[in-house]
């Protein structure tokens, strides 16, 4: 049963009670990610949610660590472009232990300044393995290269220089500013009550007061080009792609289909034509970001370097195919079992439920129910991806970001490819 409850200040709470399953997912989300820092304070949504573990009034850093460990419980969290969410998955005996944890963290942390500059030292260590991953640094390169100097192409995790710069007032300013009560949102799915739950927020956040700042989110305007970047590496990294749709864009679920038929699992098409067929990847596939204003399509494949035209050229006929000729019915119905088998199977998950209760609320402010998302699912026609194929993934709209042992002067060959 879901439920939504809105406390006077303005925070939150949704709930599901299942009470078929023996575990509980509670989590907290805050509307602060990447495309809300300036430039010189980039990454500090990151490390803040690093803080968040380095000890409350209450607990240090170890017992953060210690709580849901002693009773099997898992505790984590992620930041995002547009929000940083901290969650717990215990067992439903362990419901309040977990919230409890999750409240003090947000609501009692210190920031103690000795704990600030060690952790600057492991988020630089952080920012370095990612540096050292070549097949997740090119998603960032891509979206850098695509939207130019939005907010929204910032890296997650920031800048050496400016995670170095970062002291506690930033982090204080950070936090009066973007984990007010109208920006966050509690929510749990589990064998759970909700009064319960409803109960302990509201006693750890009663008396919390302050709005976010409307600020007005300009759309990220695309800047088609052919970017590489040069690195020692085996493989040479791609991610090709345009514009997408946001997150209440009447074709959302067209593009959904479309982008499963291009590039989602091993019956799609680039998958078949890339690596059955010819060899030439062991990974491709074709993925869609929806954010709250702006939307991104893409393709990744790793390929040898000697291939990256070819895979290019390949990846730009698929692309022209769906654009020039309606899909098959037969294959369209196919690709919508996919899509609802996979999230019908994904929603066994509490913690995929309580995700999905907050992102619906993040984005739309209700529940979006399963059966609304596979009528919409099934709505959509062989007219409806053969429209949105022209009108998102034109020629002139393409981006193609490569990383590997590449030379600059390649540049030009690659565009001609992407402009066919």
Request: glycine residues 6%.
């Amino acid at each position: 049963m879901y439920r939504k409850e809105v406390l006077e200040n303005g925070l939150r709470i949704v709930t599901e009670e299942i009470p078929h399953v023996r575990s509980v997912c509670v989590g907290i989300w805050a509307g602060s990610g990447a495309k809300d820092e300036n430039k010189k304070k980039n990454g500090i949504s990151h490390f803040i949610e690093h803080m968040m573990f380095k000890g409350t009034k209450r607990r240090t850093a170890k017992e953060i660590a210690e709580t849901l460990e002693a009773v099997g419980g898992q505790l984590n969290a992620a930041t995002d472009k547009e929000y940083t969410c901290y969650y717990a998955k215990v067992l439903s005996s362990h419901t309040s232990l977990a919230l409890d944890l999750l409240l003090d963290m947000l609501t009692q942390s210190t920031f103690n300044p000795r704990e600030i500059e060690k952790e600057k030292k492991v988020v630089i260590e952080e920012i370095k393995m990612y540096e050292d991953s070549p097949d997740e640094l090119i998603h960032d390169l891509f979206v850098q290269t695509i939207w130019g100097g939005h907010r929204l192409g910032q890296n997650i995790l920031g800048k050496k220089e400016a995670v170095n710069s970062l002291t506690r007032e930033d982090i204080l300013s950070c936090l009066k500013q973007s984990y007010t009560p109208d920006n966050i949102i509690v929510a749990a799915a589990g064998h759970l009550k909700s009064e319960e739950i409803i109960r302990q927020v509201k006693e750890a956040f009663a008396r919390k007061r302050g709005k976010k700042e409307k600020v007005y989110e300009t759309k990220a305007r695309l800047t088609p080009q052919v970017f590489i970047k040069e690195k020692d590496t085996k493989q040479a990294h791609l991610c090709l792609g345009t514009k997408g749709v946001h997150q209440t864009h009447k074709d959302k679920y067209a593009l959904a289909v479309l982008g499963t038929i291009l590039g989602g699992g091993m019956s799609s098409r680039l998958f078949q034509e890339i690596r059955e067929r010819r060899a030439l990847a062991y990974s491709i596939y074709s993925y869609e970001h929806c954010y709250r204003k702006n939307g991104l399509f893409g393709v990744y494949a790793g390929v040898s370097p000697a291939n990256l035209n070819t895979v290019v050229r390949l990846i730009v006929k698929e692309l022209n195919k769906l654009k020039e000729k309606k899909v098959r019915k037969s294959e369209i119905n196919k690709t919508k079992e996919q899509l609802k088998g996979a999230l019908m199977l994904s929603l066994e998950s509490t913690g995929t439920r309580a995700s999905k209760l907050a992102r619906s609320e993040f984005y739309l402010g209700r529940e979006i129910t399963l059966d609304e998302i596979i009528t919409q699912v099934n709505k959509v026609s062989a007219d409806d991806l053969k429209r949105v194929a022209n009108d998102l993934l034109k020629k002139e709209d393409l981006t193609l970001a490569a990383l590997g042992p590449l030379k600059q002067d390649e540049k030009k060959k690659l565009l001609e490819i992407v402009r066919e």
